[in-house]
């Protein structure tokens, strides 16, 4: 496989590439050695210098004595290799927690770039103890269609009242110092909204809402 391909292969399944990372550490994981015992080192050190001292001074060295300084030998050496291929997989750990870091900052400066490309989405006001804005602009279109297209303010109130009887919110039957209900307001706020966007005729009689002929 070609490395370009390589590449498209693990682009198109990356997940695939972390497993293969991950079965490989773990293989690492189980390269360690085990320590070779103090005992034996010291054992092997007292061996080496008895050896000296007996070729020193001319002494035969036992055979006992020697295949035990090669038996311990060979343990030291055994421990050395693989204690140094241990050292090189640590190295390679180090290179790959290093290449990982930097390869992972990329990978959250892409999210972060993503985040912020989304487009922002304003939060919808919740009104919890009030009936909203929209629903009292729809009820009023409700009444004054139900009313033959226009009613007077006292009419167009009264039937809105009727549509949402048993549905209005602990607010919206809190009355102001004037003794008016904050609902009856918030509607007549509704009005002068509808005849800004021409919802509602602008020039009827005093005292009455018409919808705007289509």
Known sequence: MKKSEEVEHYARDPIRLIDILDKVIKRYNQKKPPEMK???VI??????KTIDRLKETGTIVPDELRRLKIELSHEAETYEK????FQNAVQDLKEIEFRLGNSLTQVRAILSNATNDKKYIPKVRRYVKRTSPAILAKELRKALRELGGSGKKAEVLQKMEQNLNGKFKSQDLEKDAQGNMNWEKWAVAEKTKMIKSGTIKSGSRFGVWELRRK
């Open 43 to 48: 054992q092997y050190n007292e061996i080496s």
């Open 82 to 85: 693989e204690n140094e291929r």
């Open 38 to 40: 103090a005992d034996r």
